[in-house]
Nanobody, 125 residues
Framework: QVQLVESGGGSVQAGDSLRLACVAS????????MGWFRQAPGKEREFVAA????????SVKTSLKGRFTISRINRLHAMYLQMNTLKPEDTAVYYC??????????????????WGQGTQVTVSS
């Protein structure tokens, strides 16, 4: 079994930055694609970004490109989401996910093998 634990969320002002982290424990995630999703109040969960095992392939939601950057450090079993120039519409619970078969673009389909519990990000204007 795999446990994914997110951290780094919080309450910030518009224009600020946050760096979310997701750390995996349990069985190895070697070869797994990992990604970030978010769910705003009253809305469906949406794809944010994903990254391949080696980090050479990434996929970021088009509207977030230029502000959000995904990365991972496998020796630390960690994945990160750097979020810059945050906006109130970025307010959501952010979840990390891992999947053994999906490519980064395919992570947008959801239905991943493992999910974290989420971390709240609140951006005020």
């Amino acid at each position: 079994q795999v446990q994914l634990v997110e951290s780094g969320g919080g309450s910030v002002q518009a224009g600020d930055s946050l760096r979310l982290a997701c750390v995996a424990s349990g069985r190895t995630l070697q070869g797994y694609t990992m990604g970030w999703f978010r769910q705003a109040p009253g809305k469906e969960r949406e794809f944010v970004a994903a990254i391949s095992w080696g980090g050479e392939v990434t996929s970021v939601k088009t509207s977030l490109k230029g502000r959000f950057t995904i990365s991972r450090i496998n020796r630390l079993h960690a994945m990160y989401l750097q979020m810059n120039t945050l906006k109130p519409e970025d307010t959501a619970v952010y979840y990390c996910a891992a999947d053994s078969t999906k490519t980064p673009p395919q992570m947008a389909q959801g239905g991943c093998n493992y999910w974290g519990q989420g971390t709240q990000v609140t951006v005020s204007s």
